[in-house]
């Protein structure tokens, strides 16, 4: 299409919403020219496992950044640190590359303030996760992007396609993209922190994060999201940072058993929303069963060391952080652990492929492929 008068900026706009048109027909079609998608988007939230450098943006010196090395050692391309708290690719990345796309789509406020630009390259998706967050906003509060803040970039992502689209169309794009979440690690942290936890208070927490992750999937499908991919708690006392509070190094129990108690009255939340709103899906990965079984059987993942940061210092390598100084171990795809709690590239990639298309006891009630199929 040719525009020959152009009036008070015309052309511009009219080749601006023409090409985002085309863009747009051809993600909802599966992909484009270069590249075939199973999903015209993948919209990312959650915390540090699949921040994409979101928080190097952030002010303030506590902020929790990944932009330094060692990180990004192994990052495709060239080394660089790219603020991912892994060695290369995260869980978010591998996801992503399962659904078609060369990487996780950009961080949000890598795209901003260019409110054009912004729609334009959403029409791959975008990441909002923050490292550090929390489904709480009082968790690490002050020093990340909480879900309730990541929920409302998305609100604004939606607008400015709703504007340059139209509602309809816009509604579509979102209806068959993915919906990618993993968060409550951090919550999960900041409550084991807090020593003689009462029942009555495990509890009355639990609640809240629930409520406040079922306000935030509802919110969202409010926006015309249908396909959620949720990954639940891991094994978190497993960390090199908490297995270094052991004399004999081992996972800590008592905040396993937090992250176990939140995983059910997860599941049991996102069957209750799939019942009471129509056409929501969802593939739930259960990263607490595949920690558990890597744990316990390395070899068959290929890792030989599931307990030691690859990079850090100290006991575990994890008693001070990943830093240009630290030492680095010499094999990372042997590694469970980049640092003091992040997956290496490796342990990211059998992450996303166990939730992808691997063993069913994974996921639950479809893996992501189905999902999205």
Known sequence: MRCHQAVNGGVVVVTL???????????????????????????????SILDVGNNNYLPGPDVPRANMSYYGVDFPGGARPTGRFSNGYNVAD?????????????AYLSLTPRSSRLVFRGLGGVNYASGGAGILDSTLSGKNIPLWKQVRNLGVTRAEM?????????????????FLFAIGTNDMAALAATQGQQ????????????????STITEVYGMGARKFGVINVGQIGCAPLERAQSPTGACADATNALAA???????????SLQRRLQGLAY???????????????????GLSNVDTACCGGGRLGAQSGCQPNSTVCADRRRYLFWDYGH???????????????GPARFTWPVNLKQLVS
């Open 94 to 106: 591998f996801i992503a590359k399962a659904m078609g796309f060369k990487r996780s789509p950009p």
């Open 199 to 214: 029942q009555s208070d495990v509890a009355a927490f639990y609640s809240s994060l629930i409520s406040n992750y079922s």
């Open 261 to 271: 108690g939140f995983d059910v009255a997860l599941g049991s939340l996102l069957a």
């Open 162 to 178: 709703v504007t340059i689209l139209g509602t309809t169309t816009a509604n579509d794009l979102l209806s068959k993209s993915l």
């Open 343 to 357: 997956p290496t590239q490796r342990a990211a990639e059998l992450v996303a492929s166990a939730f992808y298309d």
């Open 17 to 47: 919403v023409v090409t985002i048109s085309i863009q747009l027909a051809l993600a909802v079609a599966g992909g484009s020219a270069r590249r075939r998608t199973m999903v015209p988007a993948v919209y990312v939230f959650g915390d």
């Open 283 to 301: 593939s739930l990965g259960d990263l607490y069963g595949l920690m558990q079984a890597t744990i316990a059987d390395p070899g068959a993942a």
